[in-house]
Structure formats: C-alpha cells, structure tokens
C-alpha cells in the first residue's frame, strides 16, 4: 500500500486537532530518507541552503536553478513528507517570473508547495498562484531575502506597529489564498495570538512554542554550524548518540511542545 502525501488538507486537520506540525529544512536525498524515517511532516528545502550549503553570507545569491535541483533531490525519494520549496530572492517579483518559478519548482523539482518571503508586496501573486493550482505558503516576521533592506537578521513585530503591520499581512495572505503561514522570528505572544486567530497552519521559528508548526535549519539543530547559531535553535545532537536520535529527539519534543523552551523564545 501507498503511503498518502501530506496535503495542506492533512496540515488544516492536525492544526483542528491540536497536533503540532513538525518541519525541518532538507536539501537532498538522504536527509529525506532520514527525516522521513523519524515522522517529520514538512521538508522546507529553504534557501537557507545558500547560506548553510554554498556558504554565501545571505539567501540573497541563491537562484531558481539551486532551488530546483534541491528540491528534485528530495522530493525523488520522499514519500510521505510535503516538500515545501523556497521561491528564491526575485523569482516572485513579477507575475511571470512568479508562475515560471512555481512551474520549475513544482514541475522539474517535485514540489508539493511554494513559499514566498512578504506581506502586502506579495498579495496578487499569492492570489495568481493560488487561483493556477499552487498550493502557496507565506512567510512573515523577519524576511531574510530582505536583509539588504533590514541591516541584520533581528526580531520583528515587537513594537504596535509592527505587530499590527503583521496581523494585517498574516490575515491578508490567508484571505488571499495562502494555506500555510512561516512567522519567523517574532516575539511568542504574537504568534501565538496569529496562530489561534487564522484559520490556516502556523509554523514558528523563533516565534515561541503557542504556533501550531515549529521549523528549525537542520544544520543548526544538529550542530553542523560553524560558529554560533541563532539562539531560538538548539543543538540536539548534543544529547544524541546518531543524527537519527537527534532528529527523533526534536520530533517528540516538538510533538509535546517541550521545544521550544523558554531558553529558545524570546517573550
Ligand atoms: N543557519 C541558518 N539558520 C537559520 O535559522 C537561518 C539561516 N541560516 N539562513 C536564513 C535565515 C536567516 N535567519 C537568521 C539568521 C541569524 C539569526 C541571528 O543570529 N539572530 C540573533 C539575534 C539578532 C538580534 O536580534 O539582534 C540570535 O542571537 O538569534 C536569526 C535568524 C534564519 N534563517
Ligand atoms: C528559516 C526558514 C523558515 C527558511 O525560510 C529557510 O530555511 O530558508
Ligand atoms: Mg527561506
């Protein structure tokens, strides 16, 4: 028997369920196998690869390209998981460029959903995709593409303005189309206010354990980053005897909300 894919419908159940939705990042073939074996529902083939794989100081060189071959190289083994792709800096700032990177993605890379970076700016692209079949993921709080813009990778939505800007977005983009929402990087409250208000899925990093997803960068959790990572992670390898223990570790404890802590959230 076939396993069946996991749907944006199979993530709406789990968030009425009170089941929370594990993701890690994955960019190739036998990490799927690997995060697969151990429960994880959500491959983010993030273009957080340029900066954690190529070793680029931002997400900003990634290309279309990059993104479509990680993503083939996952989703070709990957059976159960959804394989959420990254649209990569620019690749979404025109309606053409916007569907012929949601075509690659999904058609040459497998892709079972796309994710794209911003709030009012990606409104009528959200829409486009949706209205075409394309299950669309957004993306809120710190918005790495625009770290140009920004100056840093720092907490967003901490003052009234901010947090008001991203409710507004957030419910924007579910109106829009979007059936799945990243918050990365805001404080706990919030998203845990967002999370019970929208009626689509939530996942958080650094954005505290009141969403009903929860995200991390593989490479960070499993402490293959050199240099320090960012403090809403932690290292599970550092209790593990195997990478697959590690994982298994950050899937239960995801699963019964013990991650993340307090020592990972910033109130
Ligand atoms: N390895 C890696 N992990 C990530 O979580 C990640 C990436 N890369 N690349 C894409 C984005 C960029 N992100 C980042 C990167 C760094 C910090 C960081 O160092 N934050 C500081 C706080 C900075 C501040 O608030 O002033 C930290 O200590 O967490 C946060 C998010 C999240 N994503
Ligand atoms: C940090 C996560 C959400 C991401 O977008 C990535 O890994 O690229
Ligand atoms: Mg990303």
Same mark, same amino acid.
């Given at each position: 028997m076939t396993v069946d894919r996991i749907t944006s419908a199979t993530l709406r159940a789990m968030k009425r369920r009170r089941e929370p939705i594990v993701s890690l990042t994955c960019y190739d073939a036998a990490f799927c196998h690997l995060l697969e074996q151990a429960g994880v529902d959500v491959l983010l083939v993030g273009d957080s690869l340029g900066m954690v794989l190529q070793g680029q100081p931002s997400t900003v060189a990634v290309s279309l390209e990059h993104m479509v071959y990680h993503t083939a190289c996952v989703s070709?083994?990957?059976?159960?998981?959804?394989?959420?792709?990254?649209?990569?800096?620019?690749?979404?700032?025109?309606?053409?460029?916007?569907?012929? !990177?949601?075509?690659?993605?999904?058609? %040459?890379? *497998? /892709?079972?959903?796309?994710? $794209? &970076?911003?709030?009012? =700016?990606? #409104?009528?692209?959200?829409?486009?995709?949706?209205?075409?079949?394309?299950?669309?993921?957004?993306?809120?709080?710190?918005?790495?593409?625009s770290v140009h813009q920004i100056g840093g990778y720092r907490y967003q939505g901490r003052?009234?303005?901010?947090?008001?800007?991203?409710? !507004?977005?957030?419910?924007?983009?579910? %109106?829009? *189309? /979007?059936?799945?929402?990243? $918050? &990365?990087?805001?404080? =706990?409250? #919030?998203?845990?206010?967002?999370?019970?208000?929208?009626?689509?899925?939530?996942?958080?990093?650094?954005?505290?354990?009141?969403?009903?997803?929860?995200?991390?960068?593989?490479?960070?959790?499993?402490?293959?980053?050199?240099?320090?990572?960012?403090?809403?992670?932690?290292?599970?390898?550092?209790?593990a005897?195997?990478?697959s223990q590690a994982v298994a570790a950050y899937v239960a404890e995801v699963r019964s909300r013990a991650f993340p802590g307090p020592e990972q959230t910033l109130a």
């Open positions: 070709r083994v990957g059976k159960r998981a959804l394989v959420l792709a990254d649209m990569p800096f620019l690749s979404y700032a025109t309606a053409e460029r916007a569907l012929q !990177a949601a075509e690659r993605l999904m058609a %040459e890379g *497998g /892709a079972g959903m796309v994710k $794209l &970076e911003g709030g009012a =700016a990606v #409104l009528q692209t959200v829409g486009l995709l949706t209205r075409f079949g394309v299950p669309v993921c957004g993306h809120l709080g710190l918005l790495p593409q003052d009234d303005a901010g947090a008001a800007r991203i409710r !507004a977005d957030a419910l924007a983009l579910q %109106e829009a *189309g /979007a059936s799945l929402l990243v $918050l &990365e990087c805001v404080p =706990a409250e #919030l998203a845990a206010a967002l999370s019970a208000e929208l009626e689509i899925p939530v996942i958080g990093i650094g954005a505290g354990s009141g969403t009903d997803g929860q995200v991390l960068v593989l490479h960070d959790m499993l402490g293959l980053t050199p240099g320090r990572s960012p403090r809403f992670s932690r290292n599970f390898m550092a209790d005897d195997s990478v």
